[in-house]
T-cell receptor, first 115, second 110 residues
Framework: SQTIHQWPATLVQPVGSPLSLECTVEGTSNPNLYWYRQAAGRGLQLLFYSVGIGQISSEVPQNLSASRPQDRQFILSSKKLLLSDSGFYLC??????????????FGPGTRLLVL | QQQVKQSPQSLIVQKGGIPIINCAYENTAFDYFPWYQQFPGKGPALLIAIRPDVSEKKEGRFTISFNKSAKQFSLHIMDSQPGDSATYFCAASLGGKLIFGQGTELSVKP
């Protein structure tokens, strides 16, 4: 069965510091991978998605970037965090284009607080 | 055109009641409509999903009703329980991307 991991679970960072959040998926190959941000427990905003290694699409211009160095690894980064980067970051995977297309499965999330 | 509008924002029902959450969309190219359930501090979990060629789908106590002509779909929870208290999101899929509604916070009172 497929499993998605995110770490860390929680993170408190000062303004201006760098960020690296990691997401890995087990039990599937060539998944689509997604990063979402959720503010105040509501409203998932798609930040980035990737259909393959090195292929990143950005949905919202912002202070963040994403990379996919391996098939089942997705990383969210920032060089300098802003207060507005605080939120709940969710990674998801899906198999769009296969018989189980469109469905996305979410990880446990990372709670980021920028102070 | 890419929006999915969800209502109500919050909902309180008694145990055994049937909460109904509604969603509406504009883009007729959407071709898959999932519902997610999220508990505080957790990632959303897929609850049930439907395609536009089906008018209703049931899984256990959860039912999706889909009205293609009205571009609306809704989630019904039969015999609701306090354990169903969570935030529910509808979504619509286009080209591998999901567009989410703003969520409904459901509270089921014992």
């Amino acid at each position: 069965s497929q499993t998605i991991h995110q770490w860390p679970a929680t993170l408190v960072q000062p303004v201006g510091s760098p960020l690296s959040l990691e997401c890995t998926v087990e039990g599937t190959s060539n998944p689509n991978l997604y990063w979402y941000r959720q503010a105040a427990g509501r409203g998932l905003q798609l930040l980035f998605y990737s259909v393959g290694i090195g292929q990143i699409s950005s949905e919202v211009p912002q202070n963040l970037s994403a990379s996919r160095p391996q098939d089942r690894q997705f990383i969210l980064s920032s060089k300098k965090l802003l207060l507005s980067d605080s939120g709940f970051y969710l990674c998801a995977w899906g198999l769009w284009g296969s018989p189980k297309q469109e469905t996305q499965y979410f990880g446990p999330g990372t709670r980021l607080l920028v102070l | 055109q890419q929006q999915v509008k969800q209502s109500p924002q919050s909902l309180i029902v008694q145990k055994g009641g049937i909460p109904i959450i509604n969603c509406a969309y504009e883009n007729t190219a959407f071709d898959y409509f999932p519902w997610y359930q999220q508990f505080p501090g957790k990632g959303p979990a897929l609850l049930i999903a439907i395609r536009p060629d089906v008018s209703e789908k049931k899984e256990g106590r959860f039912t999706i009703s889909f009205n293609k002509s009205a571009k609306q779909f809704s989630l019904h929870i039969m015999d609701s329980q306090p354990g169903d208290s969570a935030t529910y999101f509808c979504a619509a899929s286009l080209g591998g991307k999901l567009i989410f509604g703003q969520g409904t916070e459901l509270s089921v009172k014992p």
